[in-house]
């Protein structure tokens, strides 16, 4: 019997992926930076287009280091995914919603939000990031 990639919800898959992103979210909170990278798809595949600058396609080093930097300077943060949609098609699935995040670093405080969409794929029995795009509620005309 073939699948329907596009009928089929993938259900399981998608509540692996819903817990996955809870994993991701608690290693952020938590600032567990080793654990946050670990979700990650580490190798040549890896993307990632962030909210501020340099606004660059980041390969999964530059991502690591970039986030890393970030988290030394965080004191404290919360964050979550309103209106979290994930699609399954097969070993891949996008995840679309609105991150919000807030905390403070080196003292001070930031909060915001952005569109966000992440894909993953799942590799080794483990769904891991191998693409994030998030972009500011900013129309661009």
Do not use: C
């Not at 300077?73 to 995040?101: H, K, N, S």
């Amino acid at each position: 019997m073939d699948t329907d990639i596009v009928a089929d919800t993938f259900e399981a898959s998608q509540a692996a992926v819903a817990a996955r992103i809870d994993e991701i979210l608690d290693a952020a909170i938590s600032k567990d930076i080793d654990r946050l990278m670990s979700y990650h798809l580490d190798g040549p595949k890896f993307t990632k287009f962030d909210d501020e600058e340099p606004l660059d396609r980041q390969d999964a080093e530059t991502s690591a280091r970039r986030e890393a930097e970030q988290f030394a300077v965080m004191d404290e943060l919360r964050a979550r995914f309103d209106g979290l949609q994930i699609d399954v098609f097969g070993p891949v699935a996008i995840a679309t919603g609105v991150f919000v995040w807030e905390g403070t670093a080196n003292g001070t405080s930031f909060s915001g939000r952005n569109r966000s969409t992440v894909v993953f794929v799942e590799h080794g029995g483990q769904w891991l990031i191998a693409h994030e795009h998030y972009s500011p509620f900013v129309a661009s005309y």
